[in-house]
C-alpha cells in the first residue's frame, strides 16, 4: 500500500465497509452480550440527530407566503412593506 495514494484510502473505505458489515451482522443475532453491545451501538449510530442543523423553523411552522405574495415576488415586483418599515413621508 502506499501511503497517502489512493491505495491507502481505498483500503481504508474497504476496511471500515467490512467492520460496519460485520456489526451489522452481530447485532442481528443477538445471542451474546457481545452481539447485545453491537446492537446498543448500531442503534445509537443509526438514531437521527437531536438537533438538525439543517431543518428550517419558517418551513416546520408553516410561515411561508402566501400564493399571492409568492406570485409578485416570482413576477419581480417588490414586496408590500409593513408600516413600521415604510420611509417616512411615503404613502401606505
Known amino acids: ?23 451489522a451482522s452481530r447485532s442481528a443475532r443477538n445471542k451474546t452480550m457481545l452481539d447485545r453491545l453491537c446492537r446498543v451501538v448500531v442503534a445509537k449510530v443509526a438514531a437521527p440527530p437531536a438537533e438538525d442543523y439543517m431543518r428550517d423553523p419558517l418551513i416546520d411552522d408553516d410561515q411561508g ?23 417616512a413621508g411615503e404613502p401606505g
Not at 65 to 87: H, V, W
Open 65 to 87: 407566503f402566501d400564493p399571492d405574495e409568492l406570485d409578485r415576488y416570482q413576477r419581480g415586483e417588490a414586496p408590500d412593506a409593513p408600516a413600521s418599515r415604510r420611509p
Open 1 to 23: 500500500m502506499e501511503r497517502g495514494g489512493q491505495g491507502w484510502s481505498h483500503w481504508r473505505r474497504e476496511r471500515m465497509a467490512a467492520l460496519t458489515a460485520s456489526l
